[in-house]
Nanobody, 116 residues
Framework: QVQLVESGGGLVQPGGSLRLSCAAS????????MAWYRQAPGKEREMVAG????????NYADFVKGRFTISRDNTKNTVYLQMNSLKPEDTAIYYC?????????WGQGTQVTVSG
């Protein structure tokens, strides 16, 4: 079955960096676009960044443009989110996502806390 496993979260000071990874299995990874979402306490889940199946096209939420970079390695079935210049308002659980056959698949999430 489809599995998405996020890693790389943690506690970082404002201005710091983290790189999140999402290892995918159970489907042909290179056929599907992928995305990162996040959900802060008391807020709705929101899209952070997306990437096409080939990795050529990317899109970002306005609040992360210029700071975050999404990428993928189709040889490793992994999608990444490089996060720079982190702010306290970036604190959230970050989730990996893809849509397969009209069904939205999610990982378990990884906590990112920006505090210092």
């Amino acid at each position: 079955q489809v599995q998405l496993v996020e890693s790389g979260g943690g506690l970082v000071q404002p201005g710091g960096s983290l790189r999140l990874s999402c290892a995918a299995s159970g489907f042909i990874f290179s056929n599907y676009g992928m995305a990162w979402y996040r959900q802060a306490p008391g807020k709705e889940r929101e899209m952070v960044a997306g990437i096409s199946s080939s990795g050529i096209r990317t899109n970002y939420a306005d609040f992360v443009k210029g700071r975050f970079t999404i990428s993928r390695d189709n040889t490793k079935n992994t999608v990444y989110l490089q996060m720079n210049s982190l702010k306290p308002e970036d604190t959230a659980i970050y989730y990996c996502n893809c849509r397969i056959g009209g069904v939205s698949e999610w990982g378990q999430g990884t906590q990112v806390t920006v505090s210092g």
